[in-house]
């Protein structure tokens, strides 16, 4: 089994990259999940009744939070080999999140330490047409970037945290171009690089 | 108790930064710590008879420097948790230093995992108001930046630094803007974020 | 013994600076070796008959790969001890190497830790003076860059990765130009910043 981290900052087209990588490898019948990390983390903070819903999570204490995410991480992995030799997995998460307390990396040593992956992938746009897909994208919530120095910094903040993660394991940081309109090209990139 | 690591380069401000947290969190009557970490080592290095000056330290051998480190580490761990839950403890150090051997981490693995902070803040300001702050300010000692250029490779490498070591205990890295002439505005906004 | 691990990016002239590194310091009769990370990791493979040349170790599973990288990593750290205590020591190699799946750490935890050095050193260059030794030498196979913005890339990358990896041993990062035409300065400041 392969894992690629597929990280990228909202905006970035990131749903819509995955969705069609799932859509190539379904026609080409390779064996393959995408994970969401927030999804896993979710359903086990559930399973153990520390929540009812998504946003309950980041009110639970800091350690109860990183055991959320350190059994998630395990899940994933083991989630992950149940495809076999030949099989694909794609961890749909975040290199850094932009929150009111500053960057918070996605990828911290106790969690990528069990996720140990092939490739961080950072998704990238030009930062004036990741502006305009927030102002079109109303129906979700979004960081609300206010101009494009912003996005600059985030991404650049995902750059170094990718990499100090990537340090930690020996993962590859691969950035790869989500060209507005043709979410294949990124797609096809993807599956290329962790085949 | 709630941790938080401000840093920033030589010329930002750090210093009138910190010491208006201190006056804030005084009048709000809320329990809390400065602590600076080159303080706590030659404090422990007195006590330890290692040295009698602060300018000895960095010739000590490397392995007294690092058990220095990480003995001043342990007991501001210690005087943090002494201010019970409530509490805001504040370490004064730098995300890197510059020095004729480069750029050296200020949080290395070996001290921020004693540390663990929730927060590592990055004081940054104009690198031309640094520049001209540094003029004026010939009574400390201050690391010579001969022009903006410079001043922006060690403000970028803090951050590289920073993030580095983030991911290292999964703290966030927030960026505190200091605004010449108002240092209320980075020292609210310092306490804004780590209460 | 004092070590450094002299990093740079295909083109920036790193092996014409080591070989005046060399240079120098046999004529200073200091006692010194230059170590490419890469001849220790054939050495080491084709010892264990994983391997007949140096184009089939990266086809070998990644935990072989990983085990000759440490195993390489060692044997550097017991020839560099055999230098004595005035001897310097340099090891060639790569904080990044740009690959198909990405930017991959070349001094990734489990070598860096293995290696501890004192200094990390970025020989670095102008990207058009890089690009112009790349069209000059078509006897080397070389990394493939299409223009200066593709080598100040990889040039940062290369920043974020030796910052992360520094952070995990308390190493600093120098970075030293390669002024084209005079490899002379570099090397002096490799030797004056290890002394």
């Keep these: 089994m392969k894992m690629g981290i597929v990280t990228g900052i909202p905006g970035v087209g990131k749903t819509t990259v995955l969705s069609t990588v799932a859509e190539i490898l379904q026609e080409k019948k390779i064996p393959f999940k995408v994970m969401n990390f927030g ?23 800091l350690e109860k939070q990183r055991e959320l995410q350190q059994e998630a991480a395990r899940q994933i992995v083991k989630d992950a080999e ?77 750059r170094y945290a990718a990499m100090a993660s990537a340090v930690l394991v020996g993962a590859s940081v691969k950035i790869v171009n989500n060209v507005e309109g043709d979410p294949k090209v990124a797609a096809n990139e993807i599956i290329r690089t962790l085949m």
């Design 82 to 158: 149940s495809l076999g030799e030949n099989g694909l997995s794609f961890i749909d998460t975040h290199a850094v999140i932009r929150t009111a307390s500053g960057y918070l990396p996605g990828l911290p040593k106790h969690i990528i330490e069990i996720l140990s992956p092939l490739v961080i992938f950072l998704i990238e746009s030009d930062p004036n047409e990741i502006l305009k897909r927030q102002q079109k994208d109303s129906s979700r919530q979004r960081a609300d970037y206010s101009n494009a120095d912003v996005i600059n910094e985030v991404m650049n903040f995902a």
């Design 39 to 61: 999804d896993y983390m979710l359903r086990t903070a559930v399973e153990k009744k520390y929540v009812n819903n998504r946003d309950e999570i980041r009110k639970l204490p």
